[in-house]
Every structure is written in structure tokens, then in C-alpha cells.
């Protein structure tokens, strides 16, 4: 859930409003400590230590960060996790704070592409796939939260993308129909159908092209044969020769 979300509601995870203040003066102090820290000192404790299902984690220690392979879910069991992922600017922006009870470490991409750092001595315990589905079925704050990082995931990789292929429209569109396929295979959808649900004026403008320059991209794909627009939306005809395709044109 949003940090504003996190801060102003009950969570139901067993801290109290002060407790929750104690917190983010503890984020701030580690924060603030950190760029004096010794580095030997940094990477010692930096990804905390592991026994048996069990991590633990000192404050300032980091569960995962962007660039990280999604490997493992996590419930936090006690302390607490800010979640924050950066700006283009290099400054962050706090995603949630993770307390018990909470599930971390779940997005659709292959990697994270935000950061889970400990504020306070913190023990998590590994979730299974199983688990987290049934958690999934049973809470629908965490149906929202699960949610919301495919969104998080999705914006990151079109802001990527924009950055990344400047001058090259049939490249973003490229990029972005495979973030699409991705995205529909980790929620258990077909990655080779992508429903005509969004106007070209809106997908024109989320990838900064003219609405011409996205028909020239659409007509660029068909005629290589890699997808087919259809009146019920696109289909991709082969996700490897799209890949190679997106990787031949950078």
C-alpha cells in the first residue's frame, strides 16, 4: 500500500502510532548514517544474515534492491521495511513501510526495480508460492498492493524505454508490447494476446510519439511478420523474434 496509506491507517500488524514515528525517525537516522558508514562495515551487514526460512536483518540492511532477480517472497515477522524505489534525479520516493505481517518481494518483471532496506532490526520468514497465493485469496490489501507494483513495474519500464530509444518509435513499441507479454504471463494470461483496451491517442502519447508515428510502428512490426493488429486487439506471433527484433534495432 502507499506510504500515506501505511502511515494514516491501522495495519493490524501490532505498532502503535508512536511506534510508527519511532520508525521513520529510525529510516531517517539510518539514512543519515549511512554515507559515514565505514565500507567494509556497509558490506559486512548489508544483506543481513539467513538461518534455515529465517533472515534477519540489522538496521540498514538491505532485503533487496533494483537490478536484484526476484527470488523469494517475504513476511515480515518483526521491525519493520522501507520500501522506496529512485528518481531519474537520483533522490527516492518511499513506496510503503512494511510492517508484520506484510508480504515483500512480489512483482511481475524477472528483476526488482526498487529497494526493501530494514529501519530497525528486523526478522522476516520465507513465504511459499502456495502461501502467497492463499494470502492472495484471503487479503485484499495485498491483492492491491500485488497491484500496484505490476503498475510501479509497468511505469519503470516505459520511463526505461522512453529514455533508452529516443528517435526509434517501433523500438518503444517493441519494448512496451513485451512488457505487456510479460505482464500477462506472470498474472496467467496469454503473453501472445494484448486486448485493444487503450485509445492509440493515449498509447502515443505514454510512449511521447505522435499518433502517426505509432500507426508507422504498427505497420513497421506487421511487416515483419512479428505481430497482427485484429478488431479484438494485438496478437504477437513469436516473443523471441519480438526480443531479437527490439535487440537488432537498438
Known amino acids: 500500500m502507499p506510504a500515506g496509506g501505511v502511515l494514516a491507517s491501522a495495519l493490524g500488524c501490532g505498532a502503535s502510532r508512536s511506534g510508527r514515528v519511532d520508525i521513520m525517525v529510525a529510516y531517517a537516522k539510518v539514512a543519515a548514517d549511512e554515507g559515514g558508514e565505514n565500507h567494509a562495515r556497509r558490506q559486512q551487514r548489508?544483506?543481513?544474515?539467513?538461518a534455515g526460512s529465517k533472515r534477519f536483518l540489522e538496521p540498514g540492511a538491505i532485503l533487496f534492491?533494483?537490478?536484484?532477480?526476484?527470488a523469494k517472497l517475504?513476511?515480515?515477522d518483526d521491525g519493520a521495511l522501507c520500501h522506496y524505489w529512485y528518481r531519474n534525479d537520483g533522490s527516492h520516493e518511499i513506496i510503503e513501510f512494511a510492517y508484520a505481517g506484510d508480504i515483500v518481494g512480489f512483482g511481475p518483471l524477472a528483476t526488482h526495480?526498487?529497494?526493501?532496506?530494514a529501519v530497525t532490526t528486523t526478522e522476516l520468514s520465507h513465504v511459499t508460492p502456495h502461501e502467497f497465493n492463499r494470502a492472495l485469496d484471503l487479503d485484499g490489501q495485498l491483492a492491491a498492493r500485488v497491484a500496484a507494483a505490476a503498475d510501479r513495474e509497468l511505469e519503470h519500464l516505459r520511463t526505461r524505454t522512453v529514455r533508452l530509444t529516443r528517435n526509434k518509435p517501433v523500438l518503444r513499441l517493441a519494448s512496451l508490447l513485451l512488457a505487456l507479454s510479460r505482464l500477462n504471463s506472470a498474472e496467467g494470461r496469454d503473453p501472445t494476446f494484448i486486448p485493444d483496451a487503450v485509445p492509440s491517442e493515449f498509447l502515443a502519447d505514454r510512449l511521447r510519439i505522435t499518433v502517426d508515428?505509432?500507426?508507422?510502428?504498427?505497420d513497421a512490426l506487421e511487416d515483419e511478420g512479428l505481430v497482427e493488429l485484429t478488431s479484438a486487439g494485438l496478437r504477437i506471433f513469436n516473443v523471441v523474434e519480438l526480443v531479437q527484433f527490439a535487440d537488432s534495432a537498438k
Open 74 to 76: 517475504y513476511r515480515v
Open 213 to 218: 508515428e505509432l500507426d508507422d510502428a504498427f
Open 46 to 50: 548489508q544483506r543481513g544474515t539467513i
Open 113 to 117: 526495480v526498487s529497494t526493501a532496506r
Open 65 to 70: 534492491q533494483q537490478g536484484d532477480t526476484h
